[in-house]
Each structure stands twice: as structure tokens, then as C-alpha cells.
């Protein structure tokens, strides 16, 4: 019996099946809202174990409520998004306070998003996280970096809460090749 055990794993391992470990882990979300829909993206880095190259992905969703949206995101997706590592929330000038609390109530009932992320403000968050990364493997580690520099803000998710949803949010944009914020 133990032989044929050993045979069927020895046979197992030879015939090449791939193991496919990939996963997207999710740096930086971003949400706009255009009046009716939110637009709601993602920039992910995927993370194979085999393979250390990292290529990023943005992946978009639309829906009449930030967790439909997501829900568009998450169904369009192969692998699993990691959300524990986002470090920035984006969101859209368009943003009303009413969404912006839908936004932040679905971030909050989403137990993998970290209260340490910081919330941004921007023009157009899908333009901003599309872009091309300056010094770090995505756009929204860049944004972290640049805003741990400056403790101007309390703009991390557990300060807005603590404020109340009454703290002023950094205005990031990009210009000129680099990434700014209003500070």
C-alpha cells in the first residue's frame, strides 16, 4: 500500500502540473462617483511565488453602491485580492460627504482593509492610480511614502474615524512627471 502511495505522489510531482500560487495584492484602492454610479478601482501588484517579477494590474468596477462595485471587481478577478496591504484610499472630488461615508462604512465592515491606510483626496483617483509608478513598485506606495514624510495630516483611516469624518484630507495630484500634494 505504501508503494502505491509513494508511486501515485512520485507521479503527481513528474507530471508538471503547474501550482499556480499568484495572488493581487491590492495597494491602493480608489473611488469616484459620477452622480449616479461609483467608479471604484484597484491597483494591485501581482505576487507570483514562483516568479519575482511583479507586474501591476488595474482592475475598475462600476455600481450603484461602493460594494457593488467592488463586487464588479472582485468577480472579474482569477486570483485572490490581497486587500491587507492597501495603504492609500482615493477618492474622487466628486465624492459627496454622503458617499464619502458609504465609502468609508464599506472600508470599515471590510475587516482586511487596515485602519492605518490613509485617505486621499484627488481630481479623478482611476487617473491618479493608473499612472505610472516614480519610486516604488506602484502609485500608491509612492503616495504613502510622500505623505509619511509630512505628518501635516490626520488623514489615516483610524483618524478619520476618530474625527468623526470631519478631517481634511490631503489633495494629491500629478504633475510634471511626479506625484504633489497640496501641503
Given at each position: 500500500m505504501k508503494k502505491i502511495i509513494l508511486l501515485i505522489f512520485a507521479i503527481m510531482l513528474l507530471c508538471g502540473c503547474?501550482?499556480?500560487?499568484?495572488?493581487?495584492?491590492?495597494?491602493?484602492?480608489?473611488?469616484?462617483?459620477?452622480?449616479?454610479?461609483?467608479?471604484?478601482?484597484?491597483?494591485?501588484?501581482?505576487?507570483?511565488?514562483?516568479?519575482?517579477?511583479?507586474?501591476l494590474?488595474?482592475?475598475?468596477?462600476k455600481g450603484e453602491t461602493a460594494e457593488e462595485a467592488v463586487s464588479q471587481i472582485t468577480k472579474q478577478c482569477t486570483r485572490p485580492l490581497l486587500l491587507s496591504?492597501?495603504?492609500?484610499?482615493?477618492v474622487?472630488?466628486?465624492?459627496?460627504?454622503?458617499?464619502?461615508?458609504e465609502v468609508c462604512d464599506f472600508c470599515y465592515k471590510c475587516e482586511e482593509i487596515t485602519l492605518s491606510a490613509f485617505f486621499i483626496n484627488t481630481k479623478d483617483a482611476q487617473e491618479l492610480l493608473s499612472g505610472k509608478p516614480l519610486a516604488s513598485a506602484c502609485v500608491g506606495y509612492d503616495i504613502m511614502g510622500l505623505l509619511k514624510q509630512n505628518k501635516l495630516y490626520k488623514n489615516r483611516f483610524f483618524e478619520v474615524i476618530k474625527s468623526g469624518y470631519e478631517t481634511r484630507l490631503p489633495t494629491v495630484y500629478r504633475k510634471q512627471g511626479g506625484i504633489y500634494f497640496d501641503g
Amino acid at each position: 500500500m505504501k508503494k502505491i502511495i509513494l508511486l501515485i505522489f512520485a507521479i503527481m510531482l513528474l507530471c508538471g502540473c503547474e501550482n499556480d500560487q499568484s495572488e493581487y495584492l491590492v495597494s491602493s484602492m480608489g473611488f469616484d462617483y459620477d452622480g449616479e454610479m461609483y467608479e471604484v478601482c484597484f491597483e494591485a501588484i501581482v505576487v507570483n511565488s514562483e516568479n519575482t517579477d511583479q507586474t501591476l494590474k488595474l482592475f475598475r468596477g462600476k455600481g450603484e453602491t461602493a460594494e457593488e462595485a467592488v463586487s464588479q471587481i472582485t468577480k472579474q478577478c482569477t486570483r485572490p485580492l490581497l486587500l491587507s496591504h492597501c495603504g492609500v484610499i482615493a477618492v474622487g472630488e466628486k465624492i459627496g460627504k454622503e458617499q464619502f461615508l458609504e465609502v468609508c462604512d464599506f472600508c470599515y465592515k471590510c475587516e482586511e482593509i487596515t485602519l492605518s491606510a490613509f485617505f486621499i483626496n484627488t481630481k479623478d483617483a482611476q487617473e491618479l492610480l493608473s499612472g505610472k509608478p516614480l519610486a516604488s513598485a506602484c502609485v500608491g506606495y509612492d503616495i504613502m511614502g510622500l505623505l509619511k514624510q509630512n505628518k501635516l495630516y490626520k488623514n489615516r483611516f483610524f483618524e478619520v474615524i476618530k474625527s468623526g469624518y470631519e478631517t481634511r484630507l490631503p489633495t494629491v495630484y500629478r504633475k510634471q512627471g511626479g506625484i504633489y500634494f497640496d501641503g
